[in-house]
């Protein structure tokens, strides 16, 4: 008996109520004004927005190496703190972001009541405080311990961030059409980085020291306080309609033990997606070698902003570049999740192969009397092409990740599990090299450790491809769809039944 057969054993219509379905007829989309905003390109593009003003302005300030500060162990502690409470309240934070989408009001979790527009507020509010800890360490040398505090609560506002947005990113497109929704919203996110890795260069342009200025954590932390705002103009997922006429799910489990049984059931039905755990835990690794150890280690403080403006701008072609792929309707499914392994692969050896014979140079301690490299030295152009190729890679990485989540599901009710096991693995991952970072492991090690979890991940991802990417995902394989409120899973016929397509 399968996995799915299993789950909905003993289910009987009369001890549950079927509310935990949608109608799923062809609906008519709003027009006008009404019919842009709810749109859902223009509802990923506003979450684009959020992610832009908060984790990309984040990303930027840490692309300059060490949070754009001279000393990078500090940074490298934050980080370390700020990725092990994100891979814990990620976990959670699958569950919540499901208990906040079109949940009903009851006493069994406050999160019921919020809503996922809340979710992503308090989601934000995190980075805000993370850049004010650098601005009050530029000023107070003294403050390191605020920094690492900080670092603490913004992994855990991170948690519920990234959740939610991998759920609704996921949740709105159609099968056709999540190559691009992702491409646009990685685009539009790391729009964030460039801008402000453009501000930290142009800020800093004539600085000699090894920070950045207060300006630039100044400018970085209204920003950072707008996008704090942006959640709450987006529009409610329960009325969102995807552009084919299907209304994009809503999940109503009103209990924690339900939604703890949701967890499971996502695990017993779709194991496959242990096997892409790999590819998540390397998928922040590598930053920790190309933040710290290549660009904060060997360049100025203003050629490490000029590095990043270029990282997170090759990292926009990267994204669309690959997500255009991945919706090729030419292609069958599988041939596109092949081919975008195979570049994987391919970018994994060409950047790392490239990179080694850099870092076979230098080590930490042959760098603590040398001049840092700047823009306008000679041996300068190789190493930014190496660090426009790394964006590439990282965007292709990310993009494929998520498109990988999305070819398993359309229900936002397992993506939200998935996207919840997707930054729990990358931060755990993410914890654990940046602490190493900080008590100063050799480079080569970190460089090393790096390529091989590339690797290491894409093999194990192999077989999910070949067993489990289907051309199109049907309700058999979503039992967390089919689950009502006392969590039963339904049989096929009692969900069709009741919820007849047009």
Request: aromatic residues 14%.
């Amino acid at each position: 008996m399968s996995d799915v057969a299993e789950v909905e054993k003993g289910y009987n219509s009369e001890d549950a109520s079927i509310t935990g379905t949608q109608d799923q007829g062809v609906l008519e989309r709003p027009t006008g004004l009404k019919g842009f905003y709810y749109n859902p390109y223009t509802q990923v593009c506003m979450l684009g927005l959020v992610c832009f003003m908060c984790p990309g302005l984040f990303n930027a300030l840490n692309g300059l190496g060490g949070g754009g500060q001279f000393d990078l162990r500090t940074s490298a502690n934050s980080n370390s703190a700020l990725y092990a409470t994100f891979a814990f309240f990620s976990f959670l934070a699958g569950v919540m972001c499901r208990l906040t989408q079109g949940a009903r009001p009851t006493s069994s979790s406050i999160n019921n009541k919020i809503g996922s527009r809340l979710t992503l507020l308090i989601g934000t509010a995190g980075y805000a405080l993370y850049t004010g800890s650098y601005l009050a360490y530029n000023i107070h040398p003294g403050a390191g311990a605020f920094v690492v505090a900080a670092g603490c609560i913004c992994g855990v506002s991170a948690g519920l961030l990234w959740t939610a947005q991998g759920s609704l990113m996921l949740a709105y497109p159609t099968e056709a059409q999540k190559g691009i929704f992702i491409g646009i919203f990685w685009a539009i996110f790391n729009m964030g980085a460039v801008i402000g890795s453009a501000v930290a260069f142009g800020n800093n342009y004539h600085s000699t020291s090894g920070a950045v200025s207060n300006g630039t954590y100044i400018g970085f932390l209204i920003l950072n306080i707008i996008g704090v705002g942006i959640p709450m103009l987006m529009a409610d997922p329960a009325k969102m309609v995807r552009s084919d006429g299907t209304r994009v799910l809503t999940v109503r489990h009103p209990s924690w033990r339900t939604e703890l049984k949701g967890l499971w059931i996502a695990l017993r039905t779709d194991p496959m997606i242990i096997l892409l755990f790999p590819m998540f835990f390397a998928s922040n690794w590598f930053y920790t070698w190309q933040f710290n150890d290549y660009n904060g280690a060997l360049f100025t403080i203003r050629t490490r902003g000029l590095n990043s403006f270029v990282y997170y701008l090759a990292q926009i072609f990267g994204s669309l570049a690959i997500g255009y792929l991945l919706d090729r309707e030419r292609l069958t499914r599988k041939v596109r999740a092949y081919t975008s392994w195979v570049i994987l692969l391919v970018m994994v050896f060409a950047v790392h192969i490239w990179a080694y014979f850099y870092q076979k140079n230098y080590t930490r301690e042959s760098l603590l009397n040398v001049p840092r490299i700047d823009f306008t030295s000679s041996e300068y152009p190789s190493r930014i092409w190496l660090y426009i190729f790394c964006g590439l890679l990282d965007a292709m990485w990310q993009t494929t990740v998520y498109w990988m989540m999305g070819a398993m599901s359309n229900d936002p009710a397992k993506l939200a599990y998935f996207t919840g096991f997707y930054k729990c693995m990358q931060s755990a991952g993410a914890a654990g090299v940046w602490r190493a970072d900080g008590n100063l492991i050799p480079y080569m090690n970190i460089f090393i450790s790096t390529w091989v979890l590339l690797v290491a991940g894409l093999l194990c991802a192999l077989p999910m491809i070949h067993m489990r990417v289907k051309e199109h995902t049907v309700l058999a394989d979503e039992a967390l769809a089919r689950m009502d409120d006392t969590g039963h899973v339904q049989p096929v016929n009692v969900v069709e039944k009741e919820s007849p397509r047009a």
